[in-house]
């Protein structure tokens, strides 16, 4: 959207018109300016002239919410390759702007989008649902993550459940974490996904009764009261999809971990709402390479780099496990910004072992934090002041580079924007 | 686990000093393994062999240990491990036989006699050390300083708290330290001890920071330690010196 080209979505009234114009303006002056991607300032503005501006922006298109701890970006990418192939325009907050401001950008920037993918930050869901009506609210995984910033997540998981015990809406939720399960299981109409949950460690305590959970293979139960994992229709089996028609077939992404082949399948459920069968919305999927920077491949002074985001425990969990083989080098860069978490605590909740017997540098803002940690486990490292620091000292071709949120951004600020 | 004849150093070099890890499935949201692996690693840079018991709360805590670590928790899990404990028995055997025990936030509250549950209601704990906690008006999230009482000769605390319980101590135990910045129990103290029980709502990996508390655990169990090689101390030095500073920076 521009400031010359109002929005022409009929419904809008004058004011929420030049909400977004205004708004829109001052968006594009981010961008130029160099300050972000311009889609969040321009929702504040809007926001500020006009409080409802999101309610006003939702209706009468067909939105889906995309929320959870880990993997909300790259799920709301899939979802919307998916829902692109039934050819109209799908509105997203595609870079992660994921608060009522960066919703109001998304929408207002695709006035004549009937559909909406969103993600949604986890504590501002049932507000955001409430506020768009979503059709479909699809929920991930919940675990710790900025634990300063956050209430308890079994707080959150409570307020899921209050909110989505009278929504109107379809849910796509993750049967395989007891949370999600949990905050789903009064919902009216539930596709339950077996997307697997690496982490187990935030569900150790039933959420209905506090008692202690069951866990076999990837089945869960209460031994004291009824709580249980539910019967699921769409099943991540390995390397495979299962549709509820028990029909299997390879996902065969291009990105990378378990982690992405479960937010594959959410997504698969989603389009499946919109009538988007598993062979076009799997080959749309097949189409993503890189989210928001994540898993890009840079060349830095001749080294190539992949960046990998790793937000919390659960996260890095996951981005241990896809990092290719010694020798490559690994660079780890955290940060403790507000959008970070000020506590660098959940540092000793990941297991570091796994990197000894490789080069590894350490950088970002709490480096020392980091350095102190992998000292404990025994992981021999180099503290170096950046990126382009470590490619000097790495003198290696290739480089594995992992980074919390602000760290990360740091480095694609350096390294530059790809997509 | 083996059962020892006596801690310190005999004849044929010192023998293993035993950590129990209480219910890290319940009890460990916020790093609290930091807490094992410091105590263990300053243990052995000393040449002090350990061993590592990891208890679950389906299983039952062994009464032989020497040092207990009993971690940070959220509101359902605090009080299925109370219970637990309460049930099990091994820790309070433990500590009554002169085991430590080191414990925060939630497992601090667990600890004493009393804590808040869910809905702020009294649940009770394991009585281990005489303080009473219940839910504040506020979260207390940040940085924290406070100074150990100089009695215990550990050197000035820096962690990081976030929880909203407020502790009262009765007359069985002392303040652990006095705060210079942050919450800590609510009335300018932070933590408490008795004995050889010590409890503190510096969160998670607080050990990390604070080696000199470290060493006061460890040596309630082997008494007088050797000095550790410096060049052991020196990331821990500039990390401390790092956050003292950024707490003045900001205060």
């Known amino acids: 959207m521009s400031a010359s080209s109002p929005p022409s979505r009929s419904g809008l009234p004058l004011r929420a018109r030049l909400a977004t114009t205004v708004g829109g303006a001052a968006g594009r002056a981010s961008r130029l300016a160099g300050r972000g991607d311009g889609s969040v300032i321009g929702g504040v503005i809007g926001l500020r002239l006009k409080p409802d501006l999101l309610s006003l922006l939702a209706r009468g298109r067909q939105i889906v919410l995309v929320t959870g701890t880990n993997g909300k970006t ?52 049932p507000a955001m649902l409430e506020a768009t009506q979503a059709r479909v609210v699809t929920l991930l995984n919940l675990s710790r993550d900025q634990m300063d910033r956050a209430a308890e997540i079994w707080l959150l998981a409570r307020r899921w459940r209050a909110a989505l015990a009278t929504a109107d809406c379809r849910v796509i939720a993750n049967a395989d974490d007891p949370l999600v399960a949990w905050a789903a299981g009064q919902a009216r109409n539930v596709t339950w996904v077996a997307a697997g949950q690496r982490w187990h460690d935030d569900s150790w305590c039933c959420p209905n009764c506090g008692s202690h959970l069951r866990r076999d293979g990837g089945d869960w139960h209460c031994g004291e009261c009824p709580n249980r994992r539910p019967p699921v229709s769409w099943v991540l089996a390995g390397d495979e999809v299962i549709d509820p028609a028990g029909g299997s077939r ?46 890009t491949h840079v060349q830095r002074r001749g080294c190539e780099l992949r960046l990998l985001l790793a937000k919390n425990p659960a996260g890095w969990l996951e981005a241990l496990d896809i990092l290719v083989p010694a020798p490559v080098p690994v660079m780890l860069a955290v940060n403790a910004q507000v959008p970070d978490g000020r506590d660098t605590s959940w540092l000793w909740d990941v297991d570091y072992r796994r990197l000894r017997g490789r080069p590894v540098f350490v950088a970002g803002e709490r480096r020392t934090d980091l350095a102190v940690r992998l000292e404990a486990d025994e992981v021999a490292f180099r503290v170096v002041a950046d990126v382009d620091d470590a490619v000097t000292q790495a003198h290696s071709p290739a480089m594995e580079v992992i980074a919390n949120y602000t760290a990360f951004q740091q480095i694609r600020a350096l390294t530059g924007r790809t997509d | 686990m083996e059962q020892g004849t006596g801690r310190g150093y005999g004849p044929g070099g010192p023998s293993a000093i035993r950590l129990v890890w209480i219910y890290p499935d319940l009890l460990s949201t916020y790093g609290d393994r930091g807490n094992l692996l ?137 303040p652990l330290a006095t705060v210079v910045t942050g919450t800590g129990n609510g009335d300018g103290t932070e933590g408490a ?50 956050r003292l500073a950024a707490v003045r920076a900001t205060s």
């Open chain 2, 193 to 242: 001890y008795a004995g050889r029980v010590a409890g503190t709502y510096l969160h998670g990996p607080a050990l990390v920071r604070n080696p000199g508390l470290a060493d006061l655990l460890l040596s309630w169990v082997v008494g007088t330690l050797p000095p550790i090689d410096p060049e052991h101390e020196e990331l821990v030095a500039t990390l401390r010196n790092e």
């Open chain 1, 74 to 125: 790259t799920t709301t990418r899939l979802i919307s390759a998916a829902l692109g192939t039934l050819g109209q325009q799908v509105a997203s907050n595609a870079f992660g702007a994921n608060m009522e401001a960066g919703l109001v950008a998304a929408l207002a920037r695709a006035p004549d989008a009937t559909m909406a993918v969103l993600e949604v930050d986890e504590k501002y869901m």
């Open chain 1, 250 to 295: 390879p996902l065969d992404l291009v990105l990378p971990g378990r982690a992405n082949k479960s937010n594959a399948v959410v997504a698969l459920a989603v389009a499946d709402v919109f009538g988007v069968g598993v062979t076009p919305a799997l080959a749309a999927a097949r189409q993503v390479r890189s989210v928001a920077g994540r898993y």
């Open chain 2, 38 to 174: 410091v105590l263990a690693r300053r243990a052995r840079l000393r040449g002090i062999p350990v061993e590592i018991a990891e208890v679950n709360s389906d299983q039952h805590v062994p009464v032989e240990g020497d040092i207990y670590l009993m971690g940070g928790g959220e509101d359902l899990p605090q009080v299925l491990a109370a219970r637990r404990l309460q049930a099990s028995g091994g820790l309070s055997a433990a500590v009554s036989r002169g085991a430590v025990l080191f414990a925060v936030c939630a497992g601090y509250q667990i600890a004493g006699t009393e804590f808040g549950g869910p809905e702020g209601e009294p649940v009770p704990g394991l009585g281990l050390l005489d303080i009473r906690s219940s839910r504040g008006e506020r979260r207390g999230v940040g940085e924290i300083i406070a100074d150990v009482d100089p009695v215990l000769g550990a050197q000035r605390l820096t962690g990081f708290e976030n929880h909203q319980g407020r502790t009262q101590r009765g007359p069985g135990a002392k």
